[in-house]
């Protein structure tokens, strides 16, 4: 079974930095795009940044200039930097996969959740 598995978040004042990391387990052989999303309370979850597995990115406009994501295809891991943060990047960060494939055959999965709070 495939399971995503987030770590990194945290508390931190406005301008600070944090890394969050996620990392996909299980018999996989190949995983397309990886990203992050977030979901802060009472919005909906929206897309932060993806990234393909030839590494091409794409960011939400809120977040360009300060988040970086990258990924380690031999790891089956995805990073999100996330500098200058603010307060309104507080929220819950979600790692995303998809067309995982493994022994299981192709799916789509989400991590947990980890928590981003931003404040002072």
């Known amino acids: 079974q495939v399971q995503l598995v987030e770590s990194g978040g945290g508390l931190v004042q406005p301008g600070g930095s944090l890394r969050l990391s996620c990392v996909a387990s299980?018999?996989?052989?190949?995983?397309?795009?990886m990203g992050w999303y977030r979901q802060a309370p009472g919005k909906q979850r929206e897309l932060v940044a993806t990234?393909?597995?030839?590494?091409?990115?794409n960011y939400a406009d809120s977040v360009k200039g300060r988040f970086t994501i990258s990924r380690d295809n031999a790891k089956n891991t995805v990073y999100l930097q996330m500098n200058s943060l603010k307060p309104e990047d507080t929220a819950v960060y979600y790692c995303?996969?998809?067309?995982?494939?493994?022994?299981?055959?192709?799916?789509?999965?989400w991590g947990q959740g980890t928590q981003v709070t931003v404040s002072s």
């Open positions: 995303y996969a998809e067309h995982v494939l493994g022994v299981a055959g192709t799916g789509d999965f």
């Open positions: 990234v393909t597995s030839g590494g091409s990115t």
């Open positions: 299980g018999r996989i052989f190949t995983i397309g795009a």
